[in-house]
């Protein structure tokens, strides 16, 4: 805003109060010295009142002397050739004889008379002034509202967003404005009204979306960072993460939705007692799961965010992999009850005390459920296996021709050529493929004849091929190293 410290007025003294002499034949204007007096139609000097002159009023002090570069009244201003001043900015000096001992902007309106104690819109922009006319600058709270006028050269009620410094142990204070959070500021968010967004008692926080993005604000105005505690826990959530929503790092404040790579873990920081999430901004990634190359070595962990900024996590309420998992663009994924995505092999044990196998990737790929025939599941203890998957899980029995437990391939021992495997009450002769062998005849193991099949009963022999009992249990299952097993409910309780 350009404001003139002191006014001028269009004409000189002397040439507009010849001019106004010139229209009265009684009262009359006359200059005595360095200074202009008023005698009125008897002759006598006017003291402590106004008097007009063409279009232009000045006033008489107390001693009858024309007063100039003067408030009057600590309502009205003389310029420095005496007229009254209007529809300007005034600035007086701290101690000066203003209508503030304070100084100050100051603006007189159409009548010439100091604005006090009201909004004032001023060449398209808006203004604030005290109960003695001055210029509001810095925070302004006015009733509920929340505005920012600028510094105090300023004053114009701000738009838009700002970055201001501000402390939430003490308050606005000057409000001085800061290029960034971690320079010391705050990010607000001014309406077109100047009016800060902010909520007011019913609710902690209050939204809006600027342009296309959905932001977060607290009764202070603040914008919202990093994870915030913010809505209300989920049945089935026993963490309390279902009350948080990410809004990145300090500059940034946009409600997260879809993948995000974060490095604040809400584990780390949130209490389960009370569910008080109160932690730092994370350093969000603009990556999504599909570029591999961003993924850091276990920093931080993957997260999806809902439409509505809630993360996917593992509800306490699942009862099967369909129900634990989350189907995100065609793609089934894992997230933990803190909402971190997990990858590798993972088991669930089901409400019958079984464990089924699920994997997800490497640590490097994309976090995406694998089905079918997977010959190269990296298991936690590092061995590489082959499994079977379906949309429910893993497999256990037969499965095209091979034999499969939890989903882990079953095959002899290497050398054994042959070996009998009981699952699920079943036995089964496999070779060292881990194939399911059904053809009526005799079998040899560490190169001598031990088994026959025989339209499903499988038979000891010697090596004479003659039976010599029917095998009746089988040799131990493979076991899977599992990177975590989780516990499913039975929905039924």
């Known amino acids: 805003m350009k404001k003139n410290a002191k006014t001028a007025a269009v004409f000189g003294a002397a040439a507009v109060l010849s001019a106004g002499a010139a229209f009265t034949s009684l009262a009359a204007w006359q200059q005595e010295g360095d200074s202009w007096i008023y005698t009125d139609s008897r002759g006598d000097r006017v003291t402590d009142s106004w008097r007009q002159s063409g279009k232009y009023y000045y006033y008489l002090d107390n001693d009858g002397n024309l007063a100039t570069d003067q408030w009057i009244d600590d309502t009205y201003y003389v310029d420095v050739n005496g007229v009254r001043v209007s529809s300007r900015w005034v600035h007086s000096d701290s101690g000066d004889n203003a209508p503030s001992s304070d100084g100050g902007w100051f603006y007189l309106g159409t009548n010439g008379k100091v604005v006090t104690d009201s909004w004032q819109t001023i060449n398209g922009r808006r203004y604030h002034?005290?109960?003695?006319?001055?210029?509001?600058?810095?925070?302004?709270?006015?009733?509920?509202?929340l505005y920012y006028l600028g510094d105090e050269n300023d004053g114009a009620a701000k738009t838009g967003w700002l970055c201001l410094d501000y402390s939430s142990d003490v308050g606005q204070g000057d409000g001085e404005v800061a290029s960034t959070m971690e320079s010391g500021g705050t990010w607000f968010y001014f309406q077109n009204?100047?009016?800060?967004?902010?909520?007011?008692?019913?609710?902690?926080?209050?939204?809006?979306?600027?342009?296309?993005?959905?932001?977060?604000?607290?009764?202070?105005?603040?914008?919202?960072?990093?994870?915030?505690?913010?809505?209300?826990?989920q049945s089935g959530d026993g963490t309390g993460v279902s009350t948080l929503k990410y809004f990145g790092g300090p500059d940034e404040g946009q409600m997260a939705r879809g993948w995000r790579y974060l490095y604040d873990d809400p584990e780390d920081t949130g209490d389960n007692n009370n569910n008080d999430f109160s932690f730092g901004p994370a350093s969000p990634s603009n990556a999504t799961p599909?570029?591999?190359?961003?993924?850091?070595g276990g920093d931080g962990a993957w997260y999806y965010f809902g439409s509505n900024g809630t993360p996917e996590y593992l509800s306490e309420t699942a009862s099967s992999l369909s129900q634990a998992t989350t189907r995100i663009n065609g793609h089934r994924y894992f997230f933990d009850s803190y909402g971190r995505m997990q990858s590798g092999l993972l088991g669930f044990t089901q409400s019958d005390g079984t464990v089924i196998s699920a994997y997800f990737g490497a640590d490097d790929s994309d976090g995406a459920m694998k089905t079918n025939r997977q010959t190269n599941v990296i298991e936690e203890d590092g061995e590489r296996s082959t499994f079977y998957f379906n949309n429910s899980g893993s497999v256990t029995g037969s499965q095209n021709g091979y034999l499969y437990y939890q989903g882990k391939l079953v095959?002899?021992?290497?050398?054994?050529?042959?070996?009998?495997f009981e699952v699920d009450n079943k036995l089964y002769l496999v070779n060292e493929s881990g194939k399911i062998q059904t053809s009526n005849r005799a079998f040899r193991a560490s190169g001598e004849y031990r088994?026959?099949?025989?339209?499903?009963?499988?038979?000891?022999?010697?090596?004479?091929?003659?039976?010599?009992?029917?095998?009746?249990?089988g040799s131990p299952l493979p076991e899977s190293a599992y990177k975590e097993v989780y516990t499913l409910t039975n929905s039924a309780q």
């Open 129 to 145: 002034f005290d109960s003695d006319g001055r210029m509001s600058y810095g925070w302004l709270t006015d009733g509920d509202n």
């Open 290 to 296: 599909s570029n591999a190359g961003t993924y850091d």
């Open 193 to 233: 009204n100047g009016r800060a967004v902010k909520s007011n008692g019913d609710s902690t926080y209050v939204n809006r979306t600027i342009n296309g993005h959905r932001y977060y604000f607290n009764e202070n105005g603040e914008m919202a960072t990093g994870w915030v505690s913010i809505a209300d826990r």
């Open 411 to 420: 095959q002899a021992e290497s050398g054994e050529n042959y070996q009998v």
């Open 451 to 473: 088994y026959e099949y025989d339209h499903g009963t499988i038979y000891y022999i010697n090596d004479n091929k003659e039976r010599i009992g029917e095998v009746t249990d």
